[in-house]
């Protein structure tokens, strides 16, 4: 039965995407190196020291992760908020007794200052972030640690996600993926990966989800 609800955050629950592009263009300021914006918001959700190497090399990730934060923490904190709909389908999935989680990449703390900004703490049981795990999206990893600290299985859970990077990682482990298109990958590149739904908006989201729940049901 359709139980558990895995939710990446940035780009797919939370409209951060504005804040972190200021970030990423004052963090190209004060390092004073040059990346094309557009093919570091490509590179939303992967780790910052991931992302750090892609665009300035590897040996300025790390200087890339400390600016990076100061900067996020100066211009791109605030500039965050539910893309419409999400919030209802959270509290909604809350109220029909299912289990739901976030699982990023981000650090703890960064989370929870989201969380804090949105007063959403209360919509999740789990909260899976970089310290969580070894190894990040796409690998598997996360998702089974998810479905370990809420005591379900594979066949119980669907990952939802706008990256290839969440699509992946709920692949791995075996559960029902569903892509978002309102983040910050295109179409296009999500179907190349084959989840087993994808949604244009929030209301398409929300009225999968519930058919899922019922089409489970049904079965038992």
Same mark, same amino acid.
């Given at each position: ?5 895995? @939710?990446? @955050? ?113 919509? @999740? ?94 079965? @038992?």
């Amino acid at each position: 039965m359709i139980n558990t609800f895995l @939710f990446d @955050f940035d780009g797919t629950v939370a409209d951060t995407i504005p804040g972190i592009l200021i970030t990423l263009d004052k963090t190209r300021d004060a390092m004073n190196v040059f990346y094309d914006l557009d093919k570091a918001k490509s590179l939303i959700g992967t780790p910052l020291v991931a992302m750090g190497a892609a665009l300035c090399g590897e040996e300025r990730a790390s200087e890339f992760v400390d600016t990076y934060r100061k900067q996020y923490n100066l211009w791109g904190a605030d500039k965050i908020s539910f893309y419409p709909g999400i919030e209802k389908l959270l509290k909604d999935l809350n109220r029909a007794g299912m289990t739901c989680a976030v699982v990023t990449s981000k650090r703890r703390d960064t989370l929870l200052n989201n969380l804090d900004m949105l007063n959403a703490h209360d919509y @999740f049981d789990l909260l899976v972030t970089k310290e969580s795990v070894s190894h990040f999206k796409p690998h598997p990893e996360a998702v089974e640690y998810a479905l370990a600290g809420l005591n379900s299985e594979p066949k119980n859970a669907v990952m939802i996600g706008d990256t290839n990077y969440d699509i992946g990682c709920g692949q791995g482990a075996k559960v029902r993926t569903i892509a978002v298109t309102w983040g910050t990958e295109p179409k296009e590149s999500l179907l190349r990966c084959h989840p087993d739904d994808i949604v244009d908006d929030t209301n398409e989201l929300y009225e999968l989800c519930f058919d899922l729940i019922r089409k489970s049901k049904a079965r @038992f």
